[in-house]
């Protein structure tokens, strides 16, 4: 063993003393020492194997060792960078990335084109399929935590503007209200409503009452000349009350011609699509 420790240190003395190179000790510290004395070459027994691993050194500079991607710079090109998403995991094209599947609340829907847009800038930024499912699982909880608070708000919002009504018209409130409905039917009909619900400004106590004030005089000459026919005062209170009969209510108890009566009766307030009770 001493005889082949001698050997590697002959050789490495061969190496001239004015051949230097900086190098870090354990203390960290940077000195100059002989490149004979220097730890990496006491690994090879004879200078042929050092010349032999400077050799496969050299060729291997500009490789990209097995297992390991290089990083691309801003003089590289496209083809570069694609290849560099590719051998990270990116999918070949932006619907090959697979969301994970997750509970929605009733009549809340996903926009399509936003679930789109969301693959395209992850193909776009090079994202592997596991870092956008962890996205999307972390961002749409978000989401409908901000539409959950956005229905309580809108929630509260109505009942202090119902409340308001409350106070100044008592029991006739649900009677302000059907007129208002009512009259907003009649001048735009469904298409209004329905602007009316989804900016919520039917739920506004100076929209509703703007409607109720209006009511007589865009319902009173067709009402009063159809209601004849129904056979007794027509009123959404009484229309409630029938509905509440066990005639109208009850399975076992039902008569053919008071459903119809009530039906009618809607048909008279309502014309249209309503649906007896819907919006009640």
């Known amino acids: ?3 082949k420790n ?3 240190k002959n050789w490495r003395m061969t190496l001239p003393e004015e051949w230097t190179v900086r190098h870090v000790g354990e203390d960290g510290t940077e000195t100059e020492i002989p490149l004979r004395d220097h730890p990496a070459l006491s690994k090879y027994a004879t200078k042929d194997e050092a010349v032999k691993a400077l050799v496969h050194a050299q060729r291997m500079l500009g490789k990209t060792p097995e297992g390991f991607v290089r990083v691309p710079g801003e003089q ?3 083809e570069d960078l694609a290849a560099f998403y590719a ?4 999918p070949e094209k ?4 697979e969301l ?4 929605l609340p009733d009549g809340f829907a996903l926009r399509q084109d936003l679930v789109g847009g969301l693959r395209e800038k992850a193909f776009e930024l090079g994202l592997t399929p596991k870092q956008v499912a962890g996205l999307y699982q972390w961002f749409l909880p978000q989401v409908l935590d901000t539409h959950h608070t956005m229905q ?3 929630g509260k919002l109505r009942e202090s503007e119902l409340e308001s009504l409350r106070s100044v018209h008592r029991g006739d409130t649900p009677s302000l209200l059907d007129s208002a409905l009512r009259a907003a039917e ?3 009909g469904e298409e209004l409503l329905a602007a009316l619900d989804d900016t919520g400004a039917g739920n506004r106590a100076a929209v509703i009452s703007a409607f109720a004030r209006i009511a007589p005089l865009v319902l009173e000459s067709g009402l009063r000349g159809s209601a004849r026919g129904w056979g007794e005062d027509l009123t959404i209170e009484r229309l409630r009350e029938m509905m509440q009969d066990p005639r109208y209510k009850d399975p076992t108890k039902r008569e053919d011609a008071f459903v119809k009566k009530v039906n009618q009766g809607f048909e008279l307030l309502y014309p249209g699509d309503y649906v007896p009770g819907s919006r009640i």
């Not at 051998?87 to 990116?90: E, N, S, T």
């Not at 932006?94 to 990335?97: E, P, V």
């Open 186 to 188: 009649a001048v735009g």
């Open 100 to 103: 994970p599947d997750m509970a």
């Open 6 to 8: 001698e050997k590697q």
């Open 1 to 3: 063993m001493t005889d």
């Open 94 to 97: 932006a619907d090959g990335y």
């Open 87 to 90: 051998a990270l995991g990116r």
């Open 152 to 154: 309580a708000e809108a």
């Open 76 to 78: 590289d090109s496209p």
